[in-house]
């Protein structure tokens, strides 16, 4: 079982910059992609952007604000979101597609979620 621990959401006011974090562990596993959604309020969960073998996507909404990266030695992505709009505020959720190595699952795909982290950004 693959865990997701987010972090580097909060408080930003509007113009500023916040830098999100996932890491993922447990298991034996490799990673085919790293995506972050967001979800506000009243609102569907949205792609926001997505990296697999350095290939990265964005919604249009955050095309060249934000910057979605990868360690592949550490398991972890990331999410450098600068200019951020009060429309940004939304629960960023990190998720991963991953192949299992273990005995029990071999050469199973999955899709593992976090737990979510809050960003707000004021106007």
């Known amino acids: 079982q693959v865990q997701l621990v987010e972090s580097g959401g909060g408080l930003v006011q509007a113009g500023g910059s916040l830098r999100l974090s996932c890491a993922a562990s447990g298991g034996i596993f490799s990673i085919n992609e790293m995506d972050w959604y967001r979800q506000a309020p009243g609102n569907q969960r949205e792609l926001v952007a997505s990296?697999?073998?350095?290939?990265?996507n964005y919604a249009d909404s955050v095309k060249g604000r934000f910057t979605i990266s990868r360690d592949n030695a550490k398991n972890t992505v990331y999410l450098q979101m600068n200019s951020l709009k009060p429309e940004d505020t939304a629960v960023y959720y990190c998720?991963?597609?991953?192949?299992?190595?273990?005995?029990?699952?071999?050469?199973?795909?999955?899709?593992?979620w976090g737990q979510g982290t809050q960003v707000t950004v004021s106007s």
């Open positions: 998720t991963t597609v991953v192949t299992s190595y273990s005995v029990t699952d071999y050469g199973r795909k999955s899709r593992y």
């Open positions: 990296i697999a073998s350095g290939t990265t």
